[in-house]
C-alpha cells in the first residue's frame, strides 16, 4: 500500500479514449465530407446544364430574335439579288441553317391572275420561289424552284397567308402590333422550320384591307417577301462551360431515349427551344471522370480535416510526454530526496556517534580528541560541500549570481588540483598534460568544482583494476580545450542526452547509494553559466571521456 502511494498515478485510459474518440470522428468527418461533396456534385451535374444550354443555344437566339427581323427592314422589296446576300451571310455564320427558301409575293385585287390564295378581292400568290444552301465544297448555292419542286412547301405558305389576312381583318387605324401578335402572325414555328414573312407598315396594312373588303379600289399590285429557314440542331456547336462536371454533351433526337450504357454515372437532359424542339442535350459523365472532380473537391477538405485531427493528435501526444515527464520528475524528485537524505544522514550519524562517545567518555586521550575532533571536521565539510552545491547551483540555474571573472596561469590553478588528486586517490593511476599559452578568464571557484566533479567521478565509477584517469589541458584558435579521460565503466549513447539534467542517475550498481544526480548536471550549468560548452564520448566498458571547451584568454605575460 506504502509502494503505491509513492507512484505517480498515471490515469492512461482518458488520454486513450480521446485519441479513439478523435480517431472516429475524424473517420466519420471524413465519410460525411466525401458524402456531403458527392451529393452537391449531383444536384450541381442537374443545375449547371442551364448553363450550358444558355451559352450554346446563343447562336440560334442570336438568329432568332436578331438576324430573321432583318427582313422586315427592306419593306418587302427584297429581289433574289439582295436576298442571295441576306442568305448567304445567314448561313455562313449560323452552320446550323442548313437550306432557306425566299417567296417573292405578290399581293394584288386584280382578277386576271388565276394562281395563289384569293381571298374577297385580295389575291396573294407567290411570284418566284428560290432556295439557297452550302454545298460540301462550302460553296453558296443559288437555285430557283420549279412550280413543282415548291408545291411540296405550300401547307406552310398557304397556312402563313391565312394567318396574314385573318389579321388584316381585325387591323384598323388604331392597332400597335405587339410583340405576341407579331410571333402569332409573321412567324410559324415547326420542327427544324422557322417560316417568317416580312412585317409590313401600318399604311400598307391598312391599304390591303380596304383591297380585300372593296371592289371599288382602283387595280394594285404590292411586294412581300416571306422566308423559310431550315434548320439542322445537330450543327449547333456546343459550349461545354463546366467540363469538370460534363464529359460528353450530345445533341440528339428527342426520340433517341435515354441512356442505358453503365459505363455512365450521371445524366442529365434538356429539351432544345422552339423549332429546335425535336431535339435535346444530352448530358453524361462516367464514374471515373466524376470521382476525379469529387477528388479534386474532396482533397483541400480533407486535408483541413486531416490538419485538425493532427492537432487534437498532438496535443493528447503533448498530454502524454507531460504525464510521462511529470512521472519521471516525481521519481527523480523522490530519488533525490532519499539520496539526499541519505547524504545527509551518513555524516549526521557519524557526527552523533562521535559526539555520544565524548560525551560519556570520562577520560579521553589525546589521540581520541584529535579521532574525534578529525571525524567531526570531515564530516562537517562534506555536510557544507553538500549544501554549498545545492546552494550555487540553484543560484547559477536562476542566475541569481554573477560569475567572478579572474585572470588565472593555467599551471598554477591545476597544480594543487592534482596534488590533491595524488593525496586523495593514491590507487588512481593518474597523469595530465598541460600545453597552453594563454591564461583563463574564469571564476576559479566554479571551475574547481567542475574538476572536482569530473575527477570523482573518474575514480567512483570506475572498477578497482581500471582506476586509471588523464587530464589534458590544451588550446586552439578560440576555446581551451580539457579533456578528462577515464577506463571506466563507460556510459550508454542513449543516455547522453540525459547525464546533464538535474536528478538523472545513470542506472548502474555504483549509483545504487551516495547520488543524487546533480554532479554532471551541475558541470553543465557552470560551463553554461562561464559561457563554454561540454561534450561527451564514451564506449561502455571501456570508458569515458569529457571534453570542456572554455573561451581562451590574454596571452601570458
Do not use: W
Not at 447562336?59 to 432583318?70: T, W, Y
Amino acid at each position: 500500500m506504502a509502494d503505491n502511494q509513492l507512484k505517480y498515478r498515471k490515469n492512461f485510459g482518458l488520454l486513450i479514449a480521446f485519441v479513439v474518440l478523435v480517431t472516429i470522428l475524424f473517420i466519420v468527418a471524413m465519410l460525411a465530407a466525401r458524402s456531403m461533396i458527392i451529393n452537391l456534385i449531383e444536384t450541381e451535374f442537374n443545375i449547371k446544364k442551364i448553363e450550358v444550354f444558355d451559352k450554346s443555344v446563343q447562336p440560334f437566339n442570336e438568329f432568332f430574335n436578331g438576324k430573321i427581323p432583318e427582313i422586315s427592314y427592306y419593306q418587302g422589296y427584297l429581289d433574289s439579288v439582295k436576298a442571295a446576300e441576306y442568305v448567304e451571310g445567314v448561313v455562313r455564320k449560323y452552320p446550323f441553317v442548313k437550306e432557306v427558301y425566299f417567296y417573292d409575293i405578290n399581293i394584288t385585287n386584280s382578277d386576271s391572275i388565276e394562281a395563289g390564295i384569293r381571298y374577297n378581292q385580295l389575291l396573294i400568290f407567290p411570284k418566284n420561289v428560290i432556295s439557297f444552301h452550302l454545298n460540301k465544297d462550302n460553296k453558296f448555292i443559288v437555285q430557283r424552284n420549279q412550280s413543282e419542286e415548291a408545291r411540296v412547301f405550300v401547307d406552310d405558305f398557304n397556312s402563313m397567308v391565312l394567318k396574314f389576312v385573318g389579321f388584316l381583318e381585325r387591323v384598323t387605324d388604331s392597332t400597335r402590333m405587339s410583340d405576341d401578335d407579331i410571333y402569332k402572325v409573321f412567324y410559324t414555328l415547326n420542327a427544324g422550320k422557322v417560316t417568317y414573312m416580312n412585317i409590313p407598315r401600318l399604311a400598307d396594312l391598312m391599304t390591303y384591307k380596304k383591297m380585300m373588303s372593296s371592289s371599288d379600289v382602283p387595280i394594285a399590285e404590292y411586294d412581300q417577301d416571306m422566308f423559310m429557314f431550315f434548320l439542322d440542331p445537330s450543327k449547333l456547336q456546343i459550349q461545354n462551360v463546366v467540363p469538370n462536371l460534363y464529359e460528353k454533351i450530345e445533341i440528339l433526337p428527342v426520340v433517341s431515349g435515354n441512356i442505358t450504357d453503365q459505363n455512365y454515372f450521371f445524366h442529365t437532359e434538356l429539351a432544345l427551344p422552339g423549332s429546335l424542339s425535336d431535339y435535346k442535350l444530352q448530358y453524361t459523365s462516367s464514374e471515373k471522370f466524376i470521382n476525379t472532380e469529387i477528388n479534386r473537391r474532396f482533397f483541400p477538405v480533407s486535408l483541413g480535416i486531416s490538419l485538425i485531427y493532427l492537432i487534437l493528435i498532438l496535443i493528447a501526444y503533448l498530454i502524454y510526454r507531460n504525464v510521462t515527464i511529470n512521472g519521471r520528475l516525481f521519481q527523480l524528485q523522490y530519488d533525490f530526496i532519499n539520496n539526499l537524505t541519505h547524504e545527509f544522514k551518513t555524516p549526521v550519524s557519524v557526527i552523533k556517534i562521535a559526539g555520544n562517545n565524548i560525551q560519556h567518555s570520562d577520560n579521553l586521550s589525546r589521540g581520541e580528541q584529535q579521532m574525534y575532533g578529525k571525524i567531526l571536521d570531515q564530516e562537517a565539510d562534506k555536510l557544507n560541500s553538500l549544501m554549498n552545491k545545492l546552494l550555487s547551483f540553484a543560484q547559477i540555474e536562476n542566475k541569481s549570481i554573477k560569475p567572478l571573472k579572474e585572470e588565472i596561469d593555467v599551471e598554477e590553478f591545476c597544480a594543487p588540483i592534482f596534488e590533491a588528486v595524488k593525496l586523495k586517490y593514491p590507487d588512481l593511476n593518474f597523469s595530465y598534460q598541460i600545453g597552453v599559452q594563454n591564461n583563463m578568464v574564469v571564476d576559479p571557484t566554479l571551475l574547481l568544482s567542475v574538476f572536482q566533479n569530473m575527477i570523482d567521478n573518474a575514480y567512483k565509477y570506475s572498477e578497482p583494476q581500471h582506476k586509471y584517469l588523464n587530464i589534458d589541458v590544451q588550446q586552439n584558435k578560440k576555446n581551451f580545450v580539457i579533456k578528462f579521460k577515464d577506463q571506466g565503466i563507460g556510459i550508454n549513447k542513449k543516455e547522453f542526452n540525459s547525464i546533464f539534467k538535474k536528478f538523472y542517475r545513470v542506472k548502474n550498481q555504483f549509483n545504487q547509494q551516495g547520488s543524487i544526480g546533480l554532479g554532471l548536471a551541475f558541470c553543465k550549468e557552470i560551463v553554461d553559466f562561464m559561457g563554454g560548452d561540454i561534450k561527451v564520448e564514451s564506449v561502455l566498458n571501456e570508458g569515458t571521456t569529457f571534453t570542456l571547451l572554455l573561451p581562451i584568454g590574454p596571452k601570458k605575460n
